[in-house]
């Protein structure tokens, strides 16, 4: 017999977008019992892109382990729904509906990722199961992306994810790992383009101590994706094509199960490849797409579900050609991208203004050259041995290289008003100066 236990009133009666899809089973099995992680009624702001985020205890006894078995999506409001993300904390702890902070970041261990029109509910493969409880999750953090694409007023949600588990323990522990690209660059008007990104060799030897059974995967992308690629490479050779979706539907993205489980070894790579058309249709666009968390921007992700568990093994992926697998904070290419950042405006742009321009700071020469001033390059300051030394500790750190640095420019130092002016003194340094 199940007995649900709510975590909070059900305000509104929620359609599961499971009655159409796959059941899961083992939903059915003796001591299979379900709680859900939903939000109460919450107004859906009249916004574009909202993340929400909320977190609660799991209303069981933590000092017993249970495995979650299946995930059933209940969808309240369809027409802003994008996708729900339900994280596992290790820390009991229950916050209300707000919007997603860096701190929601905390419990990066994901249990289930779902994306609007994936069908039915999701099944943990047989002998598997996401463990919860004494020294493992003892709460959940459910995020939800609404679309609210018409801007409409006085809609609301109380959607969320309904967690079947059992306290007859499963042989192995599941996860999940998220495996892609955060560097898309898409030009208007193409079809067919590429972008790929991998759970590189170096990633897979450092973090496997044995073999991973990968079970289950879905492909997101947003309204440009086309198709996907998913392949395994074992000693550079292409060993196995896991997925291959083409005629991608950011509403209808297929989930694959891999009944005969996908073995990876340490020192295998996966690599995911997306395909986005902006030529064509409703994906027409007329600029350039870059990786964004709104549905405006692109994503290009590999979802995929995997046994044994492998602590912290939850993000294999790539930033250009740089691997994102450590732990988060890690450098990226030899750069931390905040602690830059933070430099730049403490101490660098600082340093590049005082050396390279007049003797105050006000007559510097980024300032007369934005005035378009160019009467009065100051090519003595510029060229000075102390602005070579200024501006070459900025653009020769590993932040400022390749698509790491052009990211840089266009992401990060034009938060900074200051950015401006150092950026035109860097230009006119590397025209003007011999080196
Ligand atoms: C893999 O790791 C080795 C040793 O740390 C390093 O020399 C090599 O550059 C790495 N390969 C890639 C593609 O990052
Ligand atoms: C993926 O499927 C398409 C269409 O069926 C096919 O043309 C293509 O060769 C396949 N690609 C791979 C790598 O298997
Ligand atoms: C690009 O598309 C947007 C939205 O579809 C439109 O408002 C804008 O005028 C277009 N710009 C050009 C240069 O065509
Ligand atoms: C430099 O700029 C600061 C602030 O904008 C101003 O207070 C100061 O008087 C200026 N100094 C000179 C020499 O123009």
């Given at each position: 017999?199940?007995?649900?236990?709510?975590?909070?009133?059900?305000?509104?009666?929620?359609?599961?977008?499971?009655?159409?899809?796959?059941?899961?089973?083992?939903?059915?099995?003796?001591?299979?019992?379900?709680?859900?992680?939903?939000?109460?009624?919450?107004?859906?702001?009249?916004?574009?892109?909202?993340?929400?985020?909320?977190?609660?205890?799991?209303?069981?006894?933590?000092?017993?382990?249970?495995?979650?078995?299946?995930?059933?999506?209940?969808?309240?409001?369809?027409?802003?729904?994008?996708?729900?993300?339900?994280?596992?904390?290790?820390?009991?702890?229950?916050?209300?509906?707000?919007?997603?902070?860096?701190?929601?970041?905390?419990?990066?261990?994901?249990?289930?990722?779902?994306?609007?029109?994936?069908?039915?509910?999701?099944?943990?493969?047989?002998?598997?199961?996401?463990?919860?409880?004494?020294?493992?999750?003892?709460?959940?953090?459910?995020?939800?992306?609404?679309?609210?694409?018409?801007?409409?007023?006085?809609?609301?949600?109380?959607?969320?994810?309904?967690?079947?588990?059992?306290?007859?323990?499963?042989?192995?522990?599941?996860?999940?790992?998220?495996?892609?690209?955060?560097?898309?660059?898409?030009?208007p008007g193409v079809a067919g383009f590429a972008q790929s990104g991998s759970c590189s060799s170096n990633c897979t030897q450092k973090w496997l101590k044995e073999p991973l059974y990968l079970t289950r995967a879905h492909i997101h992308m947003h309204y440009t994706g086309d198709g996907g690629l998913l392949e395994l490479f074992r000693d550079g050779q292409k060993i196995a094509t896991i997925i291959n979706v083409t005629a991608f539907d950011y509403n209808k993205p297929p989930a694959h199960y891999f009944p005969g489980p996908v073995q990876v070894l340490p020192g295998d790579s996966l690599k995911l490849t997306c395909f986005?058309?902006?030529?064509?249709?409703?994906?027409?666009?007329?600029?350039?797409?870059?990786?964004?968390?709104?549905?405006?921007?692109?994503?290009?992700?590999?979802?995929?579900?995997?046994?044994?568990?492998?602590?912290?093994?939850?993000?294999?992926?790539?930033?250009?050609?740089?691997?994102?697998?450590?732990?988060?904070?890690?450098?990226?290419?030899?750069?931390?991208?905040?602690?830059?950042?933070?430099?730049?405006?403490?101490?660098?742009?600082?340093?590049?203004?005082?050396?390279?321009?007049?003797?105050?700071?006000?007559?510097?020469?980024?300032?007369?050259?934005?005035?378009?001033?160019?009467?009065?390059?100051?090519?003595?300051?510029?060229?000075?041995?102390?602005?070579?030394?200024?501006?070459?500790?900025?653009?020769?750190?590993?932040?400022?290289?390749?698509?790491?640095?052009?990211?840089?420019?266009?992401?990060?130092?034009?938060?900074?008003?200051?950015?401006?002016?150092?950026?035109?003194?860097?230009?006119?340094?590397?025209?003007?100066?011999?080196?």
């Amino acid at each position: 017999m199940r007995s649900p236990i709510t975590l909070i009133p059900l305000l509104a009666v929620a359609l599961s977008s499971a009655q159409t899809g796959p059941q899961c089973d083992v939903t059915k099995e003796p001591g299979v019992k379900y709680f859900d992680i939903r939000l109460p009624e919450t107004e859906v702001p009249q916004d574009l892109t909202t993340y929400i985020c909320q977190a609660q205890r799991i209303p069981l006894p933590m000092d017993v382990s249970y495995h979650a078995v299946a995930f059933e999506p209940l969808i309240v409001n369809k027409n802003i729904m994008h996708h729900m993300i339900v994280f596992g904390c290790t820390n009991p702890f229950s916050e209300d509906p707000h919007d997603c902070k860096d701190a929601d970041f905390k419990c990066r261990h994901f249990l289930v990722q779902w994306s609007m029109g994936i069908p039915g509910q999701i099944c943990s493969h047989p002998n598997t199961g996401f463990r919860l409880g004494r020294d493992s999750v003892q709460s959940l953090s459910l995020q939800i992306h609404w679309d609210n694409a018409n801007l409409a007023p006085g809609m609301t949600d109380s959607s969320g994810v309904r967690v079947y588990y059992t306290s007859r323990l499963r042989q192995h522990d599941a996860s999940n790992i998220q495996v892609g690209q955060n560097d898309l660059q898409i030009p208007p008007g193409v079809a067919g383009f590429a972008q790929s990104g991998s759970c590189s060799s170096n990633c897979t030897q450092k973090w496997l101590k044995e073999p991973l059974y990968l079970t289950r995967a879905h492909i997101h992308m947003h309204y440009t994706g086309d198709g996907g690629l998913l392949e395994l490479f074992r000693d550079g050779q292409k060993i196995a094509t896991i997925i291959n979706v083409t005629a991608f539907d950011y509403n209808k993205p297929p989930a694959h199960y891999f009944p005969g489980p996908v073995q990876v070894l340490p020192g295998d790579s996966l690599k995911l490849t997306c395909f986005f058309n902006t030529r064509d249709g409703d994906k027409y666009r007329n600029q350039t797409i870059y990786w964004n968390e709104g549905s405006d921007g692109e994503m290009c992700y590999a979802f995929i579900t995997y046994f044994p568990r492998v602590p912290n093994f939850d993000q294999c992926l790539q930033f250009d050609v740089y691997d994102i697998c450590a732990p988060v904070g890690d450098l990226v290419g030899g750069c931390n991208i905040y602690g830059f950042t933070r430099a730049f405006g403490n101490v660098l742009a600082d340093s590049i203004l005082t050396h390279c321009g007049g003797p105050s700071r006000n007559q510097s020469l980024g300032h007369s050259l934005v005035q378009r001033d160019t009467d009065n390059i100051h090519l003595e300051g510029l060229c000075s041995r102390k602005c070579q030394q200024a501006i070459h500790q900025m653009t020769d750190h590993p932040c400022m290289e390749n698509r790491l640095g052009l990211l840089m420019r266009r992401v990060y130092l034009p938060t900074y008003s200051i950015w401006e002016t150092v950026r035109v003194t860097i230009d006119a340094a590397s025209k003007y100066c011999a080196d």
